[in-house]
């Protein structure tokens, strides 16, 4: 990073070259640079410290624990990206749960239209948020705080707070289960999914008005992108994908659960920002927030192999977390001061 | 160069001696003498970059010269700061309000310096101050009213009595009239005149020169850094006040030689669009083919017509019809699908997307040109990216590069070629121009004159007169939200345009 530039300047003589670097490894560069050689460290250090740590069952454990942070936080980042949030995303996990396992059993309506009857709901719930934050200019804040506590309670209303079973199907048996070779359906599930929203963000006109609409929005409502549309679908995107991993929660514990998924929001944003978007919007990328997602859910799991008192766990997960930003916030000033 | 006015340095004001200032690669002033006497009101005046902006930061504290000294009241002005002016009776009201809008006037009056008694905050005395404050301007707001509640003349006043309440020598007023209407106006200029028979000393800071002969004792002109002339407002022409604004800059760019024929196919068509305050009754006919000027000093309602046009806001009364429909307050939406682009005056708040490629912020205008099945093709972005990149002359070597790492006259034309991707064929720029280097500015003009070439109609508006008869083939003038004078190529010469703009209503 120190000497690059100046190498670049001699061989082109412009200060176009140094402009040219600084796209070729900009801050988010040296992010996803820092991120993978944080995990790598992790990794080593786990390895040695807790003999467990490597072995395929406890990577696969790893994943599967990465899986459902990692699910929503694809839409999540994407949000976020637009410069809104979305803290609801715990308590919808929960509400579909329980939701499903009602429809499914109790309430009559069979499995396949209980699933159908979910995911539509996971899109009419994300698309009410969106709405009041573009149509009346609630913040998004406010709108998911309201449904952080009325989805939770709403479970826990309906349950009376206890687990719901769901009968035995092949269906959710293979949802809840694992490929041959070990590997958690709900893990391939996160990469598919991954894929696709790295598809979206990409490589799409919808996607890319995310970046305007958070970058700049009084910019894009001038360009002519219907921000209002914008902002209604990235809340889709987190209710629908909160709703798909309320469906994957139920086929593992076979039951809908008024009290699953606590504090998954928090996850959430935490591998988000330490994936190196900002939270003001406008800048982040998927593969940092997988980076993110895979750097929490090892960090975990590392404490709970060493054996680390449980309430301690957190105290440790908060101070590494926001370590992580500032080490990536330093980074990236640090990489742009020189490149500009 | 020197102060005509007869003094003795102890009754001044305002006392500038021989001041130079040098800012990284322009020389802002050069050996500047200004004086002002207590109770006058002095009007500045000078074109974007003449130097007006300078000499106002040095006398509030904001800047200390390279050479030379700043008295206020016979004291030097140190290296205090603004607070050392402040302290010296100096107090600053500038175009962009420094009120809190969600805090109540009397907070205001004492920001940051809150009236305590034993319990915190006072704000029974902090009311009562400040409702002397504001009687003393006949003002009647209640001291617990919200800033937000109040208009933006209002809110000057409240600023105006908040300087009142220190010890005022000196208060510089920095286009106060630029966003107000008439009647608002007439108010500002009574506080102005009764703060000078109290014995205060007022730089007014206005183009507007029926305002600054009913408020003004004198006026300074000054220009690339010097200061012209200072006279007495009753001796003062405005041919005079042009040519000294201009000085023989303005004879230097060539003009469009050939009138155009004026038989382009009219593609939008303006009648009696009124938007108070700031438009009243134009009519305004774009023909294909055609770079339209539009001249007037700040606040004369130009981004108003334009933002009019391309459906930002809503007029009161008038339409704006192209190929037969109206466009109207129908929305931005709709002008830009008839083929309306519009560049806005602050490129960075509200043009760009600093940290999206270039070539997105040029494809942003309309991603189905660059998609196929939803799906954006990157060949196709990079290809049409490419394409306006060349048409333009942009200088980067990836149109793929951030668009924060261009400067910002190839970032101007990228947020220009945004509306080329969208294939509109009106433009409407406003001020183009701005915080560009002069080899990027000559470029824009070319590629102005291009775009017209190819069929389109280009509505140019600058507050740099002397661009316009280099780059339009017709000039309208702008006073007061009106349309008063209409110039053609080859008969447009910034003198007239600029004396046309600022003369009395």
């Known amino acids: ?340 | 160069m020197t102060d005509s006015l007869p003094h003795t340095t102890a009754d001044l004001v305002v006392d500038v001696r021989d001041v130079s200032k040098q800012y990284p690669n322009v020389k802002a002033l050069t050996r500047v003498d200004f004086t002002v006497s207590p109770g006058e009101v002095r009007a500045l005046l000078g074109k974007n970059g003449a130097g007006k902006s300078t000499m106002i930061r040095l006398l509030s504290g904001a800047e200390t010269p390279d050479s030379g000294q700043v008295f206020v009241g016979g004291h030097l002005l140190g290296t205090g700061g603004i607070d050392g002016a402040r302290a010296l009776g100096v107090r600053t009201v500038y175009q962009e309000l420094s009120l809190i809008q969600s805090m109540t006037i009397a907070e205001n009056m004492f920001m940051g310096h809150w009236l305590r008694n034993r319990t915190g905050i006072d704000y029974r005395a902090m009311a009562a101050a400040t409702d002397l404050a504001l009687k003393r301007l006949a003002l009647d707001f209640r001291p617990n009213q919200l800033v937000s509640e109040l208009g933006i003349a209002d809110q000057q006043m409240v600023e105006i009595a908040r300087a009142l309440m220190d010890d005022l020598k000196l208060l510089i007023l920095d286009e106060p009239t630029s966003s107000l209407s008439a009647g608002e106006v007439t108010r500002v200029l009574d506080v102005v005149a009764q703060l000078s028979s109290e014995g205060v000393a007022v730089i007014y800071v206005s183009h507007r020169l029926s305002e600054i002969r009913r408020v003004a004792s004198s006026a300074s002109v000054m220009r690339d850094g010097r200061l012209i002339d200072t006279r007495a407002i009753g001796e003062l022409t405005t041919r005079e006040v042009v040519q000294m604004m201009l000085g023989e800059a303005a004879s230097e760019m060539e003009p469009i030689e050939s009138a155009p024929d004026g038989a382009g196919e009219i593609l939008i068509s303006v009648r009696g669009l009124t938007l108070e305050p700031k438009l009243r009754n134009v009519d305004l006919d774009l023909r294909a083919g055609e770079v339209i000027g539009i001249a007037g000093i700040l606040g004369s309602g130009r981004t108003e017509l334009l933002q009019s046009i391309a459906g930002i806001v809503a007029p009161d009364s008038g339409s704006i019809t192209m190929a037969g429909r109206e466009l109207a307050g129908r929305g931005n939406a709709r002008a830009l699908r008839s083929g309306i682009g519009m560049t806005p005056e602050n490129r960075k708040e509200d043009g760009i997307f600093p940290l999206l490629g270039i070539d997105e912020n040029i494809v942003v205008s309309d991603w189905r040109r660059v998609s196929s099945g939803g799906v954006l093709r990157p060949r196709r972005v990079a290809a049409a990216a490419q394409t306006i990149v060349d048409q333009m002359s942009i200088k980067t070597s990836s149109t793929r590069a951030e668009l924060n790492t261009l400067s910002g006259g190839n970032q101007q034309k990228a947020v220009i070629g945004r509306w080329l991707h969208a294939d509109s064929t009106v433009l409407l720029l406003d001020e183009p121009t701005r915080g560009v280097d002069i080899e990027a500015k000559a470029q824009i003009y070319a590629l102005i004159r291009n775009l017209a070439a190819s069929g389109r109609v280009v509505v140019f508006v600058s507050s740099e007169v002397e661009e316009l008869p280099a780059v339009c083939d017709r000039v309208f003038v702008l006073r007061g939200g009106e349309l008063v004078d209409e110039f053609v190529a080859p008969n447009i010469s910034t003198d007239t345009l600029l004396a046309t703009a600022m003369a009395e209503h």
């Open chain 1, 1 to 340: 990073m120190t000497n690059s530039p100046e190498t670049l300047t001699t061989s082109e003589g412009r200060t176009g070259s140094r402009r040219r670097f600084r796209v070729e490894i900009g801050s988010q560069q040296i992010n996803i640079i820092g991120l993978v050689v944080g995990i790598v460290v992790l990794f080593v250090v786990l390895s040695i410290l807790a003999p467990n740590f490597g072995t395929p069952r406890n990577i696969f454990s790893i994943l599967q624990s990465a899986a459902n942070i990692g699910i929503i936080a694809w839409a999540a980042t994407l949000v976020i990206v637009a410069g809104e949030i979305d803290i609801s995303v715990g308590p919808a996990v929960a509400f579909w749960s329980v939701m499903l396992a009602e429809m499914a059993g109790p309430w009559g309506f069979g499995l396949p239209l209980a699933i159908v009857l979910t995911l539509v709901g996971g899109i009419g719930i994300g698309a009410f948020a969106g709405w009041l934050r573009a149509r009346f200019g609630v913040p998004s804040f406010v709108v998911t705080l309201g449904l952080w506590l009325a989805l939770r309670g709403q479970a826990q209303f309906i349950t009376n707070a206890l687990p719901v079973p769901i009968d035995e199907s092949p269906f959710m048996d293979f949802l809840g289960g694992t490929l041959p070779g070990g590997i958690p359906v709900n893990v391939v599930l996160m990469f598919v999914l991954f894929f696709i929203y790295v598809f979206i963000a990409r490589r799409t006109g919808f996607g890319r008005s995310v970046y305007a609409v958070g970058g700049n929005a009084k910019a894009a409502v001038l360009s002519g992108i219907k921000v209002a549309r914008v902002r209604v679908l990235v809340f889709v995107g987190t209710g629908l994908l909160a709703a798909v991993v309320g469906i994957v929660t139920a086929a593992r514990l076979s039951s809908g659960n008024a009290a699953a998924a606590t504090g998954l929001e928090f996850d959430v944003i935490a591998a988000i920002v330490v994936g190196g978007t900002s939270l003001s919007g406008g800048r982040g990328s998927m593969l940092g927030t997988l980076l993110g997602v895979i750097f929490i859910a090892v960090i975990g799991n590392g404490l709970i192999l060493l054996g680390v008192n449980p309430f301690f766990q957190n105290v440790v997960s908060g101070v590494i977390i926001v370590g992580a930003v500032l080490v990536n916030l330093a980074l990236a000033r640090r990489g742009s001061a020189e490149a500009v």
